[in-house]
């Protein structure tokens, strides 16, 4: 029985006590295997190895040594040459040639790319993705009488795409949520680029709104029996290209496919494990430009904190010194600095959550002073325990008088069991908002069908080839035409008021 997670022994090489020899002998073989070279002598490595100083000492006896090593690891495989022997002696020998392993290969790819990434996440937020994908998926729309291998081609487009979508983003994200970025955030430098990172994001979010919806409309307008068909193809054409391991296998490829496509298709719009990963990305970038915002803020409080009041105070000596009298100088003070008498006091009651409150319509709040003993605690007294249950009862009636006041002014717009928009008179705000609200939940359900704060079941049905105008008491909007349709059950017949 095979162990799923085996010892990789071809990493060996990576962390043993000569690993700065084995990566050099193997990076010359990775080098000669991409500039299709498969076979290496030890003459041809060892000559290689001798043009840098640190193999000055480095010896061909050695290197052998090193080889069998890589060999018995499995990162070289070995092959006697035979063909150009010209005497006994160097057939006893045994005189081998080199090849890379596919696992070694890839190790190198991989340190390759680590090397220039350095210890930082790359990344990036490439609106042009999303469009390649979307113009791709309209190929698969329209490739209904294409052959195997442009079918083949479509599918590898769409998952290069996704892929590079999936990683960049992510990576991005990761970095910056990095230590590092965070410090270079903070510093004083950071001001200058503010506005570039600012405008990169927000272009960023708002092209992936516009496409993206676009992909999901494509993704929701492709029938499962076409890409079915679609998929059949993909698999005839990879079928088509031989290979070894394959003989005997009946694996049905186009299934396989299936799920794949399953998979690209819930992170655009989600499953019923949850949320689609498109959601995740829009709300990593708000976030993103929330945090940078807060960051901002608090550097231009420090800046301001630490500025020089010289020229200021330079200023205001100069403009007493040029008014005609002392009374206006005793104005200019008032203003300036204030009456020498008031004391501006900080009181820890809030009387209104309102900020555009201003202060001369608040009422008088009370202030008690303590003294600044090191030692000083108040006196305290047991009291009895505040019953506030006929307050928290008038709160809960208050609001669900209010929900049921809304739910019946929704009732009023229904006709049968929809509710067209564009037939609606003049409706009040709070109703255009939860209508917006609905259509917005709706955009990101597969199927356009959610829940209602009331317990309805509504469809949205979406007709873009119309746009209407839905009027409110503040104001009206163009929009397309939206149909909502009630699910479960008759709704009562009204005609909108």
């Given at each position: 029985?095979?162990?799923?997670?085996?010892?990789?022994?071809?990493?060996?090489?990576?962390?043993?006590?000569?690993?700065?020899?084995?990566?050099?002998?193997?990076?010359?073989?990775?080098?000669?295997?991409?500039?299709?070279?498969?076979?290496?002598?030890?003459?041809?490595?060892?000559?290689?190895?001798?043009?840098?100083?640190?193999?000055?000492?480095?010896?061909?006896?050695?290197?052998?040594?090193?080889?069998?090593?890589?060999?018995?690891?499995?990162?070289?495989?070995?092959?006697?040459?035979?063909?150009?022997?010209?005497?006994?002696?160097?057939?006893?020998?045994?005189?081998?040639?080199?090849?890379?392993?596919?696992?070694?290969?890839?190790?190198?790819?991989?340190?390759?790319?680590?090397?220039?990434?350095?210890?930082?996440?790359?990344?990036?937020?490439?609106?042009?993705?999303?469009?390649?994908?979307?113009?791709?998926?309209?190929?698969?729309?329209?490739?209904?009488?294409?052959?195997?291998?442009?079918?083949?081609?479509?599918?590898?487009?769409?998952?290069?795409?996704?892929?590079?979508?999936?990683?960049?983003?992510?990576?991005?994200?990761?970095?910056?949520?990095?230590?590092?970025?965070?410090?270079?955030?903070?510093?004083?430098?950071?001001?200058?680029?503010?506005?570039?990172?600012?405008?990169?994001?927000?272009?960023?979010?708002?092209?992936?709104?516009?496409?993206?919806?676009?992909?999901?409309?494509?993704?929701?307008?492709?029938?499962?029996?076409?890409?079915?068909?679609?998929?059949?193809?993909?698999?005839?054409?990879?079928?088509?290209?031989?290979?070894?391991?394959?003989?005997?296998?009946?694996?049905?490829?186009?299934?396989?496919?299936?799920?794949?496509?399953?998979?690209?298709?819930?992170?655009?719009?989600?499953?019923?494990?949850?949320?689609?990963?498109?959601?995740?990305?829009?709300?990593?970038?708000?976030?993103?430009?929330?945090?940078?915002?807060?960051?901002?803020?608090?550097?231009?409080?420090?800046?301001?904190?630490?500025?020089?009041?010289?020229?200021?105070?330079?200023?205001?000596?100069?403009?007493?010194?040029?008014?005609?009298?002392?009374?206006?100088?005793?104005?200019?003070?008032?203003?300036?600095?204030?009456?020498?008498?008031?004391?501006?006091?900080?009181?820890?009651?809030?009387?209104?959550?309102?900020?555009?409150?201003?202060?001369?319509?608040?009422?008088?709040?009370?202030?008690?002073?303590?003294?600044?003993?090191?030692?000083?605690?108040?006196?305290?007294?047991?009291?009895?325990?505040?019953?506030?249950?006929?307050?928290?009862?008038?709160?809960?009636?208050?609001?669900?008088?209010?929900?049921?006041?809304?739910?019946?002014?929704?009732?009023?717009?229904?006709?049968?069991?929809?509710?067209?928009?564009?037939?609606?008179?003049?409706?009040?705000?709070?109703?255009?908002?939860?209508?917006?609200?609905?259509?917005?939940?709706?955009?990101?359900?597969?199927?356009?069908?959610?829940?209602?704060?009331?317990?309805?079941?509504?469809?949205?049905?979406?007709?873009?080839?119309?746009?209407?105008?839905?009027?409110?008491?503040?104001?009206?909007?163009?929009?397309?035409?939206?149909?909502?349709?009630?699910?479960?059950?008759?709704?009562?017949?009204h005609e909108p008021a």
């Amino acid at each position: 029985m095979d162990v799923p997670f085996k010892k990789v022994t071809e990493a060996t090489y990576l962390a043993t006590e000569k690993s700065d020899k084995y990566r050099a002998i193997l990076r010359h073989f990775f080098i000669q295997h991409e500039r299709l070279r498969e076979f290496l002598f030890p003459e041809e490595v060892y000559n290689h190895l001798r043009e840098s100083p640190y193999f000055k000492n480095y010896g061909l006896d050695e290197l052998h040594s090193d080889l069998a090593s890589l060999v018995r690891w499995g990162n070289l495989r070995a092959q006697q040459e035979s063909g150009k022997v010209r005497t006994i002696e160097e057939f006893k020998k045994k005189r081998f040639r080199y090849q890379i392993t596919p696992y070694t290969v890839e190790f190198e790819r991989m340190l390759i790319q680590f090397e220039h990434q350095s210890d930082q996440f790359g990344g990036s937020l490439e609106k042009s993705h999303f469009e390649r994908m979307y113009q791709t998926l309209l190929s698969i729309k329209k490739a209904t009488q294409e052959s195997a291998e442009q079918c083949a081609q479509l599918w590898d487009d769409v998952l290069t795409y996704f892929k590079k979508i999936t990683q960049n983003t992510s990576d991005y994200f990761a970095y910056l949520r990095s230590e590092d970025a965070s410090e270079q955030m903070k510093s004083e430098a950071f001001f200058l680029y503010k506005d570039q990172f600012t405008r990169y994001l927000r272009d960023f979010i708002i092209n992936l709104q516009r496409t993206a919806a676009s992909i999901q409309e494509v993704m929701i307008s492709l029938p499962r029996e076409s890409m079915r068909t679609f998929f059949e193809k993909v698999a005839q054409h990879e079928e088509n290209v031989f290979r070894f391991e394959r003989l005997g296998e009946k694996e049905d490829r186009a299934a396989e496919l299936e799920a794949t496509w399953l998979n690209v298709k819930a992170w655009f719009l989600g499953d019923d494990a949850g949320e689609s990963q498109y959601d995740n990305v829009l709300e990593q970038t708000n976030e993103a430009i929330r945090r940078m915002t807060r960051i901002i803020q608090r550097l231009g409080e420090r800046s301001l904190l630490h500025r020089s009041r010289k020229e200021d105070y330079l200023h205001l000596a100069e403009w007493f010194s040029n008014l005609s009298s002392m009374e206006e100088a005793h104005k200019l003070s008032s203003v300036v600095f204030g009456l020498s008498h008031t004391k501006h006091l900080y009181c820890d009651h809030i009387p209104t959550d309102d900020i555009y409150t201003d202060v001369w319509e608040e009422a008088p709040m009370a202030h008690e002073r303590v003294p600044r003993v090191r030692n000083y605690r108040e006196k305290t007294r047991a009291n009895a325990a505040e019953s506030h249950l006929e307050k928290k009862e008038q709160t809960k009636e208050a609001y669900l008088k209010q929900r049921a006041y809304e739910q019946k002014v929704i009732q009023q717009y229904v006709s049968g069991s929809r509710i067209e928009l564009e037939r609606l008179p003049v409706i009040e705000p709070f109703v255009r908002k939860l209508f917006l609200v609905w259509i917005g939940k709706a955009m990101a359900k597969a199927d356009r069908t959610i829940k209602t704060e009331y317990g309805d079941e509504v469809k949205v049905e979406l007709d873009r080839s119309r746009t209407i105008r839905l009027q409110a008491e503040d104001g009206h909007m163009d929009m397309p035409a939206v149909t909502l349709l009630f699910k479960g059950k008759e709704a009562p017949n009204h005609e909108p008021a």
